[in-house]
């Protein structure tokens, strides 16, 4: 497949997870949200900080979607191997690791002061372990796509 239409799908995935990210943030936590607050009425004190701390998840989201959109744009532009790149895919990985520790902070907060279960904690583990686990790819991306850079920039030149 050549790099246009890889390049295409590549935009194309992105935007769906720019509205997939739009409608888990702006619909799908606040309905789930309320629907726990009113079946529990004793949880509905909890509803506006748990909207605000996972809310406030989503900003390193939305800038590694942004960043990714950099990346794409390189990409179209056959130039898919540059320190750009590289840079901007460390600057993803560092949105991943934030995030992952963010979450994971947030939840032993909610939990010190009353407002979470056990077992959401438990299950924030694997969460936070996805986002290192991210943190860690695009770690190692960057670091490859930057070694790839340097030996095309060599290469340009002995051309």
């Known amino acids: 497949m050549e790099i246009r239409k890889l390049s295409k799908l590549l935009k194309i995935i992105l935007t769906g997870l ?6 888990l943030y702006a619909f799908v936590i606040p309905l789930i949200g309320k629907t726990i607050a009113e079946a529990n009425l004793e949880f509905s004190s909890w509803y506006l900080p748990w909207l605000i701390f996972l809310s406030l998840t989503g900003v390193p989201v939305f800038m590694a979607l942004f960043y990714s959109a950099k990346i794409s744009k390189n990409i ?3 130039l898919a191997f540059t320190e750009e790149n ?3 895919l460390k600057h993803i990985s560092k949105l991943a690791l934030i995030d992952s520790i963010f979450f994971f902070l947030g939840n032993i907060a909610m939990l010190l002061l009353n407002m979470n279960h056990p077992s959401v904690l438990i299950l924030s583990f694997w969460v936070s372990f996805l986002g290192l686990s991210l943190y860690v790819i695009f770690l190692l991306l960057s670091y490859f796509i930057g070694k790839a850079a340097i030996l095309k920039d060599e290469n340009d030149l002995t051309i």
């Open 86 to 88: 590289s840079k901007y």
């Open 18 to 23: 720019f509205i997939l990210s739009i409608i």
């Open 76 to 78: 179209s532009n056959d």
